[in-house]
Nanobody
Framework: QVQLQESGGGSVQAGDSLRLSCAAS????????MSWFRQAPGKEREFVAA????????NHAESVKGRMTISRDKAKNTVALQMNNLKPEDTAVYYC??????????????????WGQGAQVTVSS
């Protein structure tokens, strides 16, 4: 059974940092692009960041550029999202996602076949 498990969420103050981690099991994602999406209450799921299978290509939403960085450890089958200078508008459930096969680090959630359960991030002002 393929699973993506997020960890590292929590409640912080504006300006603080958090690091989300996504551990994959049941499948080797070494040759799959991975991504992070988020969904705030009452809003649609939105793209945050994606990384290619090699790790050489990354893609970040404009709203998080300069504050959040996606990375991956292929040997450990994990993906991370370093989040700095957090803002109240970053409050959301953050989801890790993985592509089924070779493909780019895209922003379209429909390109991703595997999804984690989500990790809550709450930022207070």
């Amino acid at each position: 059974q393929v699973q993506l498990q997020e960890s590292g969420g929590g409640s912080v103050q504006a300006g603080d940092s958090l690091r989300l981690s996504c551990a994959a099991s049941g499948r080797d994602f070494s040759y799959s692009a991975m991504s992070w999406f988020r969904q705030a209450p009452g809003k649609e799921r939105e793209f945050v960041a994606a990384i290619s299978w090699s790790g050489d290509d990354t893609n970040h939403a404009e709203s998080v550029k300069g504050r959040m960085t996606i990375s991956r450890d292929k040997a450990k089958n994990t993906v991370a999202l370093q989040m700095n200078n957090l803002k109240p508008e970053d409050t959301a459930v953050y989801y890790c996602a993985g592509r089924l096969s070779l493909g780019g680090a895209t922003r379209n959630p429909q390109d991703y076949h595997y999804w984690g359960q989500g990790a809550q991030v709450t930022v207070s002002s």
